[in-house]
């Protein structure tokens, strides 16, 4: 049977479906007569309800008229086809190369009795386009007729939401599994009040393209809310929220969700305060009792009061109206009253309020008025007037004086506390004058400005003058803290002039003490500070300028005032007087008063003998200079001349004391007023100075004794304590360039500069010959240079050739070495070398094996040592050292006579030892003449010495004796 293709239209049927994702989506082709071909026969299709997507293309020259939306899942066609002819007819379909689409549609056959058949398409990812056409065959003819189909886009069309949970603090309600169901879409959740939010997690299916949105609605008004959708607002009863699914076809569903917040029980007042006062009043708090107060003048039977609460109204005890939150009334408080507090609940809690009136705080004495506030009388004073403080209060912000001339005093001893802030108590300015406190008490009793201890703010300070400020003999600044680079804790003086007549600022001791970063009491940036009268700035601190900090300006002083230095501290930055660059104390033409004392403790910027720290009219300095002291640095003292300037103080650095004979020598330390301080640096000054008969050993000594290559001899001294020319040297003491001879006796313990030395002792030579002479210790010791070396001393660059002898037949230990008796562990000892004979017995123990005699110590470590001819005697003995380690230590084999006991004539440690012969060598020694060859082995050349240089001996210490074929020291 022969079929006519016809002139046909295609149109695409959308059918409805369902929003699950296993839904089909039904298109139905239903047939079509051509009148013209059916005439002879021919058969045509049409498809109906064509829902299509848009209009392009042309039809008639093969264009594709319609595009439809299919889903991703797959899709079911339905062919119905009028079959007049009653043949089979067979239906494929074809892509758009002509390819039979065999794994996505199977072939369909219509028989003769058969009105329809299905074929399934199936989607693809999302945007995709499909271009298909369907051929129909007769069975009978074999004629294929094509019907292209319109053009395809997959889309999901899923709209549902794949996960909802709400979480709160109580609970965690999960609605998943019931959103599969297509009908529940409205979900509901009870909250307790406690409840103030919740949180939602949403989502559609993974790998969709479906999208939601979480709003609330007030009416038709739409609140979208942001994601992440975390502490949502609830409020009390129900709140409502709206979920939109929106599906990539467009289409949209709702899901809603009703929360019920419990309503709550809560009614408690947080704050009550009054507001007609100035400042408000806060009220205290115990409970359900509220207790407030208020000035004199505040007018109680008509009082203005806001109550902060939780509950959901508040109502006075007469059956007012409820008020809601916050509850703003006017009511009579001459006898307390009863509020009730009404929670949502409908629950209410009772509260008694007492309102107090305060005595007044200040009145201005010039027309006998009373001010609640401090703040109100200095704002209602007239020029001149005096506000005279009747009690102790607490300011919560500061005061400013503008305008006007204020004085404050008070009826007894009064205090005006500043509260917790970053504030200055009272800001005077330019055209304004303040005076703080009377002039004698009790007609004026004392007034305090205090930072009531407070944590240090930036700004924190009793006063700032811009204008004029003057403090009077009963006015205190004190326990203000001020971290703030432009510090003044006490008074921040800009422009201006401050007079300090009398008064104090500062406390007492470490109590109620002024601190800052700069300027503890007073900080001077410009104007003048004019302190006078019997004005006292004391126990202040401060990084820099615990009393008064000037960094430009004028600081004048005069009569009995006092910046009072620390006791016993010479402390920067305690209560002292820090100078800026070339800044100075000027001292009044009416001069300082009579048997003041020290009047203050000055610490410049700069040191130097070019830096004028006191100014004035020179017969004043003159008189007063001596005054005021310098704060030492790290150079040592300092001193004020009659002129006002620096210069180093006797006994420092740069201007040690200097020995010139054997007077001087025993002023060290020697107590009284002719007794020079162990701690200041000396110098030798004679070629040598005899000491015949008894010494006391002076110590302990922690300056420096500059020997200038000079001899002291011990015209066979006896020592009357332990140690040698000093007792114990300090770890800052320094003995050097200094060479012994003679003999000298101690009684326990001896040796020729020191007893225990935890400084520096170098560059010394000796000759001594040192004994003990009637011992009564048990531990009995003897020492070339020193007994101790101590833990933090250092002996470098000395020898030693004379005798040392530790024997006595009463003690238990004995200890003797030709440098040191001991070295104790972290000591020091190097560069050093040694003869002559030593000596340690003790005749009854000797056996014990508690006496010790080494060629270098007795015991202990040494490094770079070299010991030479002499006897060692001992019951334990060392050519170096008895039972210690050291490096590069030197010694005679056979030179040197070991008279020990039995089986302790063997040195211990790492030492290494030289033949009888080989240290008469200069080579061996490896001295060269410009001293600049240093050897890990040899002792002779040392190490270059680090002070300044002094005398002749340049920078190295030793040189070659060629008489003696020793190294020798530079003075020797």
Known sequence: MSIPKPFFAVFLLLAVFSLTQCDLLNISIQPYIDEASSSAGGMGIQITSPHFVNTQGDAESGGLPFTAILPEAPTIITVQLRNPQGHNLELALIDNDGNPVSSSIAIATISSDNKSATVTITGGSRNTLFDYTM???????????????????????????????????????????????????????????????????????????????????????????????????????????????????????????????????????????????????????NGTNINVEVPSNAPLSVLNVEITHNGQSVRLENGSPEIDNPAVLTADFTSPRTFNVIAQDGSQKEYSVTVTVLPAQARLQS???????????????????????????????????????????????????????????????????????????????????????????ANRRGVHNSGTFTMNSTAVIRSFNNNNTTGGAGVLQSNGTFYMNGGTIGGSGNANINTATNGGGVYVASGVFNMTGNSNIQSNTATNGGGVYVASGTFNMAGSARVTPSTNNTNAGNNDVYLVNEQSISIATSGLAANSGIVARITPQNYSESTQVLTGVDIILNEYFSRFVVTPNASGQWSINSTGYLYPALGSAANPRLINNLADLQNIGAGGTSGTPLGDHYRLMTSTITISGN????????????????????????????????????????????????????????????????????????????????????????????????????????????????????SVTARAGRIAAENASGGIIEYCWASGNVTAESTALQQLELVFA???????????????????????????????????????????????????????????????????????????????????????????????????????????????????????
Not at 391 to 402: C, Q
Not at 728 to 753: D, E, H, M, P, Q
């Open 367 to 457: 027309d006998g008025i009373d001010y609640p506030t401090l703040e109100m009388a200095i704002s209602y004073a007239q020029d001149t007037d005096t506000i005279t403080i009747l009690s102790n209060f607490t300011a919560l912000n500061g005061y400013t004086i503008e305008g006007k001339n204020i004085t404050l005093i008070a009826s007894a001893a009064r205090t005006i506390t500043a509260s917790a802030g970053n504030f200055t108590l009272f800001t005077v300015n330019a055209s304004a004058a303040l005076t703080l406190g009377g002039t004698s008490a009790p007609n004026n009793g004392t007034i305090t400005l205090s930072g009531g201890n407070e944590a240090a703010q």
């Open 695 to 810: 010494w006391t050993p002076r110590g302990p000594f922690t300056g420096t004794f500059e020997g200038n290559g000079h001899t002291i001899t011990m015209n066979n001294t006896s020592l009357s304590g332990d140690g040698g020319l000093f007792g114990n040297i300090g770890a800052s003491g320094i003995v050097r360039n200094l060479k012994f001879t003679g003999a000298l006796r101690g009684i326990n313990n001896a040796a020729t500069v020191a007893y225990n030395n935890l400084g520096q002792v170098y560059n010394i030579s000796s000759s001594v010959n040192v004994s003990l002479l009637n011992p009564s210790a048990t531990t009995i010791r003897a020492g070339g240079i020193v007994v101790i070396n101590g833990s933090t001393g250092t002996i470098r660059n000395c020898y030693s050739t004379g005798n040392v002898n530790a024997t006595d037949t009463f």
């Open 854 to 972: 080494g060629g270098i110590v007795g015991t202990g470590i040494v490094n770079r040592c070299v010991s030479l001819l002499g006897t060692i005697t001992a019951g334990r003995i060392g050519r170096i050292s008895v039972n210690a380690s050291g490096s590069n230590n030197f010694s005679n084999l056979s030179g040197i006579n070991m008279n020990g006991s039995a089986n302790n004539t063997v040195d211990q440690g790492t030492n290494v030892f030289g033949g009888s012969g080989g240290f008469d060598d200069r080579e061996w020694w490896r001295i060269t003449a410009d001293f600049n060859t240093h050897d890990s082995k040899v002792i002779a050349t040392g190490v270059a010495n680090t002070e300044s240089a002094l005398g002749n001996h340049s920078f190295l210490p030793w040189y070659w004796d060629a008489s003696t074929n020793r190294p020798r020291l530079w003075f020797d």
């Open 135 to 285: 051929t129909i065959t007769s069975e009978v003819s074999g004629i294929t007729t094509e019907v292209k189909l319109p053009r395809m886009i997959s889309r999901h069309l899923n709209a549902n939401l794949n996960s909802l949970s709400v979480t709160s603090v109580e609970r965690t309600d999960t609605f998943s599994s019931r959103l599969n169901d297509p009908d529940d879409k409205e979900y509901e959740i009870e909250l307790e009040p406690e409840t103030a939010s919740i949180s939602i997690s949403a989502a559609v299916p993974s790998g969709r393209y479906s999208s939601f949105e979480i709003y609330t609605r007030n009416g038709n008004t739409r609140a979208v809310i942001q994601a992440p959708y975390n502490n949502i607002p609830m409020e009390f009863g129900t709140n409502w929220i709206y979920i939109d699914v929106t599906a990539d076809s467009g289409e949209v569903k709702t899901y809603t969700l009703k929360v019920n917040r419990g309503l709550s029980s809560t009614n408690d007042i947080v704050e009550f305060k009054v507001t007609s006062t100035t400042p408000e009043r806060i009220a205290t708090i």
